[in-house]
Protein backbone atom coordinates (compact mmCIF):
# COMPACT_ATOMS: atom_id res chain seq x y z
CA UNK A 1 0.00 0.00 0.00
CA UNK A 2 2.94 2.68 1.30
CA UNK A 3 1.33 6.09 1.38
CA UNK A 4 0.44 8.85 -0.64
CA UNK A 5 1.18 6.82 -4.13
CA UNK A 6 0.04 4.07 -5.83
CA UNK A 7 -1.29 2.39 -8.78
CA UNK A 8 -4.26 4.43 -8.55
CA UNK A 9 -2.42 7.57 -9.40
CA UNK A 10 -3.36 9.68 -12.20
CA UNK A 11 -1.25 12.88 -12.19
CA UNK A 12 -1.63 15.94 -14.25
CA UNK A 13 0.92 18.98 -14.72
CA UNK A 14 0.35 21.92 -14.18
CA UNK A 15 2.87 23.76 -16.00
CA UNK A 16 4.07 21.32 -18.32
CA UNK A 17 4.86 22.83 -21.48
CA UNK A 18 8.16 24.18 -19.26
CA UNK A 19 11.40 22.96 -19.91
CA UNK A 20 12.08 21.34 -16.51
CA UNK A 21 8.48 20.04 -16.99
CA UNK A 22 8.49 18.52 -20.11
CA UNK A 23 11.58 16.48 -19.29
CA UNK A 24 10.36 15.45 -15.43
CA UNK A 25 6.84 14.00 -17.87
CA UNK A 26 9.38 12.16 -20.05
CA UNK A 27 11.46 10.58 -16.65
CA UNK A 28 7.84 9.88 -14.82
CA UNK A 29 6.27 8.15 -18.03
CA UNK A 30 9.25 6.07 -18.06
CA UNK A 31 8.87 4.95 -14.41
CA UNK A 32 5.26 4.15 -14.83
CA UNK A 33 3.88 7.18 -13.47
CA UNK A 34 0.07 7.64 -15.28
CA UNK A 35 -0.17 11.13 -16.39
CA UNK A 36 -3.42 11.57 -18.01
CA UNK A 37 -2.40 15.11 -19.23
CA UNK A 38 -1.05 18.64 -18.93
CA UNK A 39 -2.20 22.34 -17.82
CA UNK A 40 -0.91 25.67 -19.32
CA UNK A 41 -2.74 28.31 -20.27
CA UNK A 42 -2.97 29.46 -23.62
CA UNK A 43 -1.23 25.97 -24.93
CA UNK A 44 -4.06 23.90 -25.57
CA UNK A 45 -4.08 21.37 -27.94
CA UNK A 46 -0.40 20.88 -28.03
CA UNK A 47 1.22 17.86 -26.84
CA UNK A 48 4.07 17.29 -24.50
CA UNK A 49 6.25 13.70 -24.43
CA UNK A 50 2.51 12.52 -25.95
CA UNK A 51 0.53 14.11 -22.92
CA UNK A 52 -2.02 16.02 -24.15
CA UNK A 53 -2.06 19.86 -23.03
CA UNK A 54 -5.23 22.07 -22.02
CA UNK A 55 -5.69 25.21 -21.18
CA UNK A 56 -7.51 24.78 -17.53
CA UNK A 57 -7.96 21.90 -15.03
CA UNK A 58 -11.50 21.90 -15.72
CA UNK A 59 -10.97 20.97 -19.20
CA UNK A 60 -8.67 18.68 -18.93
CA UNK A 61 -11.29 16.50 -16.30
CA UNK A 62 -13.85 16.78 -18.83
CA UNK A 63 -11.78 14.58 -20.76
CA UNK A 64 -9.58 12.65 -18.14
CA UNK A 65 -9.78 11.58 -14.57
CA UNK A 66 -7.17 12.73 -12.15
CA UNK A 67 -6.56 12.77 -8.32
CA UNK A 68 -3.13 14.55 -8.27
CA UNK A 69 -1.20 17.48 -9.85
CA UNK A 70 2.59 17.62 -10.17
CA UNK A 71 3.23 21.76 -9.81
CA UNK A 72 5.80 23.33 -12.13
CA UNK A 73 4.32 26.66 -12.26
CA UNK A 74 6.39 30.06 -11.68
CA UNK A 75 6.81 30.92 -8.32
CA UNK A 76 3.96 34.16 -8.65
CA UNK A 77 1.59 31.46 -10.02
CA UNK A 78 1.79 28.89 -7.39
CA UNK A 79 -1.38 30.54 -5.61
CA UNK A 80 -3.75 30.06 -8.40
CA UNK A 81 -2.43 27.04 -9.87
CA UNK A 82 -3.05 25.60 -6.58
CA UNK A 83 -6.43 27.50 -6.22
CA UNK A 84 -7.34 25.73 -9.30
CA UNK A 85 -6.69 22.39 -8.76
CA UNK A 86 -8.41 22.34 -5.20
CA UNK A 87 -11.31 24.06 -6.84
CA UNK A 88 -11.68 20.80 -8.93
CA UNK A 89 -11.06 18.78 -6.16
CA UNK A 90 -7.72 17.02 -7.17
CA UNK A 91 -6.69 15.70 -3.78
CA UNK A 92 -2.62 15.52 -3.69
CA UNK A 93 -0.74 18.54 -4.89
CA UNK A 94 3.36 18.10 -5.29
CA UNK A 95 4.84 21.52 -5.46
CA UNK A 96 7.96 21.59 -6.99
CA UNK A 97 8.62 25.33 -7.25
CA UNK A 98 10.66 27.14 -4.99
CA UNK A 99 10.78 30.54 -3.96
CA UNK A 100 7.08 30.86 -3.91
CA UNK A 101 6.23 34.30 -1.82
CA UNK A 102 5.68 33.57 1.60
CA UNK A 103 2.33 34.76 2.30
CA UNK A 104 0.78 32.73 -0.87
CA UNK A 105 2.40 29.95 0.63
CA UNK A 106 0.29 30.81 4.24
CA UNK A 107 -2.70 30.84 1.84
CA UNK A 108 -2.15 27.82 -0.19
CA UNK A 109 -1.19 26.40 3.00
CA UNK A 110 -4.79 27.24 4.42
CA UNK A 111 -6.98 26.51 1.28
CA UNK A 112 -5.99 22.66 1.11
CA UNK A 113 -6.05 22.49 4.43
CA UNK A 114 -9.59 23.16 4.23
CA UNK A 115 -10.72 21.37 1.56
CA UNK A 116 -8.82 17.90 2.73
CA UNK A 117 -6.21 18.41 0.51
CA UNK A 118 -2.76 16.88 0.77
CA UNK A 119 0.63 19.31 -0.36
CA UNK A 120 3.86 18.11 -0.52
CA UNK A 121 6.36 20.92 -0.51
CA UNK A 122 6.87 23.60 -1.94
CA UNK A 123 10.30 23.36 -2.91
CA UNK A 124 10.33 19.95 -2.83
CA UNK A 125 11.60 17.31 -5.26
CA UNK A 126 8.96 15.43 -5.37
CA UNK A 127 7.91 11.83 -3.84
CA UNK A 128 8.01 8.00 -4.87
CA UNK A 129 6.64 4.47 -4.41
CA UNK A 130 9.05 2.12 -5.98
CA UNK A 131 7.21 -1.09 -5.56
CA UNK A 132 4.02 0.62 -7.24
CA UNK A 133 6.49 2.15 -10.03
CA UNK A 134 4.89 6.05 -9.56
CA UNK A 135 6.83 8.57 -9.07
CA UNK A 136 6.15 12.79 -9.22
CA UNK A 137 8.74 15.11 -9.55
CA UNK A 138 12.62 15.00 -10.52
CA UNK A 139 13.35 12.36 -7.60
CA UNK A 140 15.30 10.05 -8.90
CA UNK A 141 15.72 11.73 -12.64
CA UNK A 142 16.40 8.78 -15.40
CA UNK A 143 18.42 6.21 -13.36
CA UNK A 144 15.82 5.73 -10.39
CA UNK A 145 17.23 2.11 -9.88
CA UNK A 146 20.38 3.83 -8.07
CA UNK A 147 18.64 4.68 -5.29
CA UNK A 148 15.02 3.60 -5.01
CA UNK A 149 14.28 -0.21 -4.29
CA UNK A 150 11.05 -1.44 -3.11
CA UNK A 151 10.75 -2.30 0.69
CA UNK A 152 9.53 -1.80 4.08
CA UNK A 153 11.43 1.83 4.84
CA UNK A 154 9.79 4.83 4.77
CA UNK A 155 11.54 7.93 4.12
CA UNK A 156 10.89 11.53 5.05
CA UNK A 157 13.90 14.36 3.76
CA UNK A 158 13.63 18.04 3.97
CA UNK A 159 16.25 17.99 1.32
CA UNK A 160 15.75 17.15 -1.84
CA UNK A 161 18.89 16.27 -2.99
CA UNK A 162 19.54 14.31 0.60
CA UNK A 163 16.36 12.25 -0.12
CA UNK A 164 17.77 10.28 -2.61
CA UNK A 165 21.18 10.02 -0.83
CA UNK A 166 19.04 8.57 2.71
CA UNK A 167 17.22 6.19 0.26
CA UNK A 168 20.77 4.75 -1.33
CA UNK A 169 21.93 4.54 2.30
CA UNK A 170 17.85 2.49 3.20
CA UNK A 171 19.36 0.66 -0.38
CA UNK A 172 22.89 -0.40 0.80
CA UNK A 173 21.82 -0.88 4.20
CA UNK A 174 19.89 -3.93 2.74
CA UNK A 175 16.61 -2.51 2.60
CA UNK A 176 14.22 -0.79 0.55
CA UNK A 177 11.43 2.29 0.67
CA UNK A 178 7.62 1.92 0.94
CA UNK A 179 7.07 5.56 0.08
CA UNK A 180 9.86 8.73 0.26
CA UNK A 181 8.99 12.35 0.36
CA UNK A 182 10.86 15.28 -0.18
CA UNK A 183 8.64 17.74 1.75
CA UNK A 184 10.40 20.71 0.94
CA UNK A 185 12.88 23.19 2.46
CA UNK A 186 10.70 25.34 3.06
CA UNK A 187 9.74 27.26 6.57
CA UNK A 188 6.21 27.46 5.52
CA UNK A 189 4.89 23.56 3.80
CA UNK A 190 1.90 21.80 3.25
CA UNK A 191 2.32 18.70 5.23
CA UNK A 192 4.89 18.54 8.27
CA UNK A 193 6.73 15.50 9.30
CA UNK A 194 4.45 14.75 11.82
CA UNK A 195 1.26 14.45 9.88
CA UNK A 196 3.41 12.02 7.60
CA UNK A 197 4.29 9.74 10.30
CA UNK A 198 0.78 9.23 10.90
CA UNK A 199 0.42 7.85 7.93
CA UNK A 200 2.96 6.16 7.96
CA UNK A 201 1.64 4.63 11.33
CA UNK A 202 -1.10 3.05 9.65
CA UNK A 203 0.85 2.15 6.83
CA UNK A 204 0.61 -1.94 6.65
CA UNK A 205 3.98 -1.78 4.45
CA UNK A 206 6.51 0.33 6.49
CA UNK A 207 7.76 -1.04 9.42
CA UNK A 208 10.26 1.83 10.03
CA UNK A 209 11.00 5.49 8.82
CA UNK A 210 14.06 7.20 8.75
CA UNK A 211 13.95 11.15 9.09
CA UNK A 212 16.32 13.27 7.28
CA UNK A 213 16.35 16.55 8.67
CA UNK A 214 18.11 20.16 9.02
CA UNK A 215 18.57 23.17 11.25
CA UNK A 216 15.80 25.55 11.18
CA UNK A 217 12.40 25.47 11.96
CA UNK A 218 10.59 23.29 14.49
CA UNK A 219 9.43 20.14 12.96
CA UNK A 220 11.71 17.81 14.95
CA UNK A 221 10.74 19.04 17.90
CA UNK A 222 7.03 18.73 17.06
CA UNK A 223 8.14 14.92 16.24
CA UNK A 224 9.94 14.11 19.18
CA UNK A 225 7.02 15.48 21.40
CA UNK A 226 4.86 13.57 18.92
CA UNK A 227 6.66 10.49 19.23
CA UNK A 228 6.93 10.76 23.17
CA UNK A 229 3.32 10.76 23.07
CA UNK A 230 2.86 7.51 21.83
CA UNK A 231 1.89 8.62 18.32
CA UNK A 232 4.75 6.85 16.42
CA UNK A 233 5.70 3.39 17.94
CA UNK A 234 7.55 1.96 15.18
CA UNK A 235 11.58 2.19 14.71
CA UNK A 236 12.45 5.70 13.94
CA UNK A 237 16.08 6.52 12.51
CA UNK A 238 16.93 10.29 12.56
CA UNK A 239 19.82 12.12 11.16
CA UNK A 240 20.05 15.45 11.42
CA UNK A 241 22.47 17.51 9.05
CA UNK A 242 24.57 21.11 9.76
CA UNK A 243 25.80 20.37 13.24
CA UNK A 244 28.26 22.93 12.15
CA UNK A 245 25.88 25.75 11.90
CA UNK A 246 25.74 26.44 15.34
CA UNK A 247 29.25 28.12 15.58
CA UNK A 248 28.25 30.60 12.49
CA UNK A 249 26.59 33.51 13.56
CA UNK A 250 23.20 33.62 14.54
CA UNK A 251 20.36 34.26 11.42
CA UNK A 252 22.98 32.41 9.21
CA UNK A 253 20.79 30.94 6.41
CA UNK A 254 22.04 27.41 5.70
CA UNK A 255 21.15 25.71 2.42
CA UNK A 256 17.21 26.05 2.08
CA UNK A 257 15.39 29.14 3.06
CA UNK A 258 14.06 27.31 6.70
CA UNK A 259 17.57 26.23 8.06
CA UNK A 260 17.71 29.43 9.84
CA UNK A 261 18.86 29.22 13.50
CA UNK A 262 18.20 32.27 15.21
CA UNK A 263 17.65 33.30 19.18
CA UNK A 264 18.77 29.49 19.74
CA UNK A 265 16.09 27.92 17.72
CA UNK A 266 16.51 25.38 15.49
CA UNK A 267 19.89 23.88 16.91
CA UNK A 268 20.57 20.38 15.21
CA UNK A 269 21.97 19.12 19.08
CA UNK A 270 18.78 20.32 20.23
CA UNK A 271 16.82 18.51 17.61
CA UNK A 272 19.03 15.47 18.12
CA UNK A 273 18.39 15.65 22.01
CA UNK A 274 14.64 15.88 21.73
CA UNK A 275 14.62 12.91 19.33
CA UNK A 276 16.48 10.93 21.30
CA UNK A 277 14.65 11.13 24.43
CA UNK A 278 11.41 10.62 22.65
CA UNK A 279 12.83 7.10 21.75
CA UNK A 280 14.69 7.76 18.13
CA UNK A 281 17.85 6.15 17.07
CA UNK A 282 19.90 9.00 16.34
CA UNK A 283 22.38 8.53 13.30
CA UNK A 284 25.85 10.62 14.05
CA UNK A 285 27.07 10.79 10.40
CA UNK A 286 24.61 10.56 7.47
CA UNK A 287 26.77 6.72 6.60
CA UNK A 288 25.50 6.10 10.40
CA UNK A 289 22.55 4.86 8.88
CA UNK A 290 23.18 1.61 7.65
CA UNK A 291 24.18 0.21 10.56
CA UNK A 292 22.02 1.37 12.76
CA UNK A 293 19.29 0.74 10.38
CA UNK A 294 20.86 -2.54 10.35
CA UNK A 295 21.14 -3.08 14.12
CA UNK A 296 17.22 -1.45 14.60
CA UNK A 297 15.72 -4.04 12.14
CA UNK A 298 17.33 -7.06 13.90
CA UNK A 299 15.79 -6.16 16.76
CA UNK A 300 12.65 -5.86 15.95
Known sequence: MAILLNQDTRVIIQGITGREASMVTEHILAYGTKVVGGVTPGKGG????????????????????????????????????????????????????????????????????????????????????????????AIGGDNTERCFVPGNIGVISRSGGMTAETAWMVKRAGFGVSTCISIGGDSIIGTSPVEYLKMFADDEETDAVVIFAEPGTSFEEETAEFCKNGGFKKPLIAYVAGKFTENMPEGTVFGHAASIISKGIGKPSTKMRKLKEAGAHIAESHDDIIPLLRKVMQNN
Do not use: F
Open 46 to 137: QQVQGVPVYNTVRELLENHQANTSLIYVPPRAVLDAVREAVENKIKLLVIITENVPQHDAMKLYWLAKNAGITVIGPNSVGAINPGHRVKLG
